[in-house]
């Protein structure tokens, strides 16, 4: 069984809809949450982060914590075409010396015009 | 400010070569990550560098993976010999030493194809 487990897709939205995309994982000592969004031949680009339980807003992006049920969320509010690009979750422990992030497999998304 | 800049873009190599990679943090930065993405997965972490040493290399194969951190600034991966297997997006990420989540800022990788 994977650490962190994530739907591939791809996942096909019209223009302005609300995305959801979801992960879980299954070790407890994870208690720093990212996503990250990688468009093609790019590096991953940091989207939003979080340590506790709840909902951080940024933007049109939501990151949302559910430490009890090892469940994390990213909600895109008005997608737009420009949001077409693999989001990738990932988590780490808190060690303050290994800092090595585990990642979902990504979920493609594309938003259709 | 400048990203992570890491080089080539591009390597097509037949197995059994060997092959290195370059990476130039975002400067400040004094903690480097090497991460291996095979296509459709996520990255996984390779090594990581506090300064010129090594914190983490539990996951690098080291019989033919290996990587250095000359002055705590730049950074090489090397691969020799290449299997089929190694085929994938190398990336190299970098992060302030400071308390917290400092946030890893990734280059656009170089994609490594073995033929």
């Known amino acids: 069984q994977k650490e962190v487990e994530q739907d591939p897709g791809p996942l096909s939205v019209p223009e302005g809809a609300i995305v959801s995309l979801n992960c879980t994982y299954s070790n407890s000592a994870f208690q720093y949450f990212m996503w990250y969004r990688q468009y093609s031949r790019k590096g991953p680009e940091l989207l939003m982060y979080t340590y506790s339980s709840g909902n951080k807003e940024d933007g049109r992006f939501t990151a949302q914590v559910d430490k009890s049920s090892k469940y994390i969320s990213l909600f895109i509010r008005d997608s737009q075409p420009s949001d077409s690009a693999t989001y990738l979750c990932?988590?780490?422990?808190?060690?303050?010396?290994?800092?090595?992030?585990?990642f979902g497999s990504g979920t493609r998304l594309q938003v259709q015009p | 400010e400048a990203g992570v800049a890491q080089s080539p873009r591009y390597k097509i190599i037949e197995k059994r070569q060997s092959v290195a990679f370059w990476c130039n943090p975002i400067s400040g930065h004094a903690t480097l990550y090497w991460y291996q993405q095979i296509l459709g997965q996520g990255p996984k972490l390779l090594i990581q560098?506090?300064?010129?040493?090594?914190?983490?290399d539990s996951q690098l194969p080291k019989d033919r993976f290996s990587a250095e951190r000359l002055k705590g600034v730049d950074s090489t991966l090397k691969i020799q010999p290449a299997k089929l297997e190694d085929s994938a997006v190398y990336l190299c990420a970098s992060s302030l030493e400071r308390g917290g989540n400092q946030p890893q800022h990734f280059g656009d990788g170089t994609r490594l194809s073995i033929l």
């Open positions: 990932a988590t780490r422990v808190m060690d303050t010396g290994r800092r090595a992030l585990t």
């Open positions: 560098f506090q300064n010129n040493g090594v914190v983490d």
